[in-house]
């Protein structure tokens, strides 16, 4: 069974512009939640999607949205960069929604803001 | 709000050693907590979970207890290998709704030859 899948692996943008990630669940999980990973600050919850519908969502300002498809996949977009967004961003997926079911990374997308 | 520390932020071992990684949260009601494992500039591999009715799950060399009352988890790694190199992070879920997964930073273990 494949992993999850995050495109593209490596970004680099300027600041004030927008970025789209893309995130690829496992087939048949149906929920997807994305991280930001900075050395700072570690591992922080950006939002939770199930079946199409932002589930919870984490302490970050209204620049970073995402939303699902209805094959699950998602995507997650930062608008008007900031150089403090550079961070490796991951997004991982499971069964059931809620964080009660383990728990599958992908491999990142790496996110540099000049 | 769940605050999760995981101390030292590094360790060294030579190889063969038994060794036990530690987590600490403050808010005992938790739902699970789980162990990751992240290799250099990778994602996040899951090595257990334990619910918050368990005390312990166990797989292969790996062991993780859980002492909610104490707030704390240990992961121990017994015959460590240099395979065994990476960020260990533990996560842990409350158990109110709405709850998010919370994280510690990590230790990072290097397992030398």
């Known amino acids: 069974k494949a992993g999850v899948t995050q495109t593209p692996r490596y970004l680099i943008k300027t600041r004030g512009q927008q970025v789209t990630l893309s995130c690829s669940p496992i087939?048949?999980?149906?929920?997807v939640s994305w991280y930001q990973q900075t050395p700072g600050q570690g591992l922080q919850f950006l939002f939770e999607?199930?079946?199409?519908?932002?589930?919870n969502k984490g302490n970050f300002p209204g620049r970073f949205s995402g939303r699902q498809f209805s094959n699950s996949r998602s995507e997650m977009n930062v608008s008007t960069l900031e150089l403090g967004d550079s961070a490796l961003y991951l997004c991982?997926?499971?069964?059931?929604?809620?964080?009660?079911?383990?728990?599958?990374f992908g491999p990142g997308t790496r996110l540099t803001v000049l | 709000k769940q605050e999760v520390t995981q101390i030292p932020a590094a360790l060294s071992v030579p190889e063969g050693e038994n060794l036990v990684l530690n987590c600490s949260f403050t808010?005992?009601?938790?739902?699970?907590l789980q162990w990751f494992r992240q290799d250099p500039g990778k994602g996040l591999t899951s090595l257990l979970l334990?619910?918050?009715?368990?005390r312990e799950q166990t797989s292969g060399r790996l062991n993780a207890s859980l002492d909610k009352s104490s707030g704390r988890s240990t992961l121990y790694i017994a015959a460590s290998q240099p395979g065994d190199s990476a960020t260990y992070l533990c996560?842990?879920?409350?158990?109110?709704?709405?709850?998010?997964?919370?994280f510690g930073k990590g230790i990072t273990l290097s397992v030398r030859p």
């Open positions: 991982a997926s499971s069964l059931g929604w809620g964080f009660t079911d383990t728990q599958y």
């Open positions: 087939s048949g999980h149906r929920s």
């Open positions: 999607y199930f079946s199409e519908t932002q589930r």
């Open positions: 808010d005992s009601a938790i739902y699970n």
């Open positions: 334990i619910q918050s009715s368990q």
């Open positions: 996560a842990v879920l409350g158990a109110g709704a709405n709850s998010k997964l919370t």
